[in-house]
């Protein structure tokens, strides 16, 4: 069940907030004219020319969701938006134009579903968050005249501040009937794949996902007898892929109800692989932490010989690996945190 972002003030009268769309409009467009500017070709420019491709086609939705991606999102060699560099050089800007502003650089993308209209607003489920956002657009409820409740808007919002629980539209609003639901669905799930940050915005996909990987670990644990083991490649990828057929044969004999009269992938299809750079190792270390979560591990074998005799380290290839492990910003501290 969703939840709502905020709950709405409803306090605020229509022409207060009538007020606020407007100047929301006439910042909107400032800001997207001194993004446009000279000043910020070199970062601007790239994306705009890699999407239109070598024909040098872009579609003006594609633009402008680009620009405003640029304009909300993209981090400056010294760490600002655009959205800071507009503020701190518009010195005439009140302090409640610039929280507003400010309050842009936390954008929700998403896919949502329309739930209802309300007034010059529509209530959309985020599919990716499962949250409700009440969304006004900044040239009113015209630009909700060809939605229906039950379609999908893939869309990025804004928050309305100081109007609590209500979202503004920023950039391209694309529109997608009811009878696409199985693609939406389907373009949603790979939305949250590739950007779980966009899943976390609700507190209860937090709690969820932490409570999903106790789980998993305890069953992990519980297979293997351990949550660490060292083993060949070859056998790593045999023994996970067992583990993971326990986990399927387990999940449907819980819930024989859910699975009945579907389509499922087969028991003995394979659901890991290693990717090369692991599979070419000697051996392989999976660590299913209650933290950092399931890990693996290339030479884990070599690491963990040199911490149980550390004269091994003046040979070069336990030095390399150790240098490997300290160095490389994609292996965290727990393989040597677990062996110190």
């Avoid at 999407?51 to 680009?66: C, K, V």
């Avoid at 694309?174 to 373009?187: C, H, N, Q, R």
């Avoid at 007898?225 to 044969?249: F, I, K, M, V, W």
Wanted: charged share 30%.
């Amino acid at each position: 069940m969703a939840i709502t972002a905020q709950e709405a003030d409803h306090g605020t009268d229509d022409r207060s907030l009538g007020e606020l769309t407007e100047r929301c409009a006439e910042l909107k467009g400032d800001l997207v004219a001194f993004a446009q500017s000279s000043r910020f070709d070199q970062w601007l420019t790239p994306p705009l020319l890699e999407a239109a491709g070598p024909e040098r086609r872009l579609d003006e939705t594609d633009a402008i969701r680009i620009t405003d991606h640029f304009i909300l999102r993209y981090r400056l060699p010294d760490g600002a938006t655009v959205v800071d560099r507009f503020v701190a050089g518009r010195r005439d800007l009140s302090k409640a134009d610039r929280e507003m502003l400010l309050g842009w650089r936390d954008p929700v993308e998403g896919i949502f579903e329309i739930r209802r209209k309300d007034g010059d607003a529509v209530v959309l489920l985020n599919l990716v968050d499962d949250l409700e956002y009440r969304t006004y657009s900044n040239v009113g409820r015209a630009a909700f005249r060809g939605v229906s409740k039950g379609g999908f808007l893939l869309a990025c919002l804004v928050p309305l501040v100081p109007t609590d629980g209500a979202w503004l539209v920023s950039g391209a609003m694309s529109y997608y009937p009811k009878s696409s639901s199985s693609e939406i669905a389907s373009a949603a799930v790979q939305l949250a794949a590739g950007q779980p940050e966009l899943v976390f915005r609700n507190p209860e996909k937090i709690e969820q996902g932490w409570r999903q990987m106790r789980e998993d670990r305890a069953a992990f644990v519980e297979f293997f007898g351990s949550d660490e083991l060292l083993l060949p490649p070859a056998e790593a990828e045999e023994r996970l892929n067992a583990y993971y057929r326990h986990r399927q044969e387990s999940a449907i004999a819980e819930h024989p109800d859910r699975t009945r009269g579907r389509r499922l992938p087969g028991l003995d299809f394979p659901a890991f692989e290693l990717p090369r750079d692991l599979a070419d190792s000697d051996t392989i270390g999976v660590i299913y932490d209650d933290v950092d979560g399931m890990n693996f591990y290339a030479d884990y074998g070599m690491l963990r010989d040199l911490f149980a005799d550390p004269a091994r380290m003046g040979r070069r290839q336990h030095q390399d690996l150790l240098r490997t492990y300290l160095r490389e910003e994609s292996i965290a501290p727990l393989p040597i945190r677990r062996l110190a």
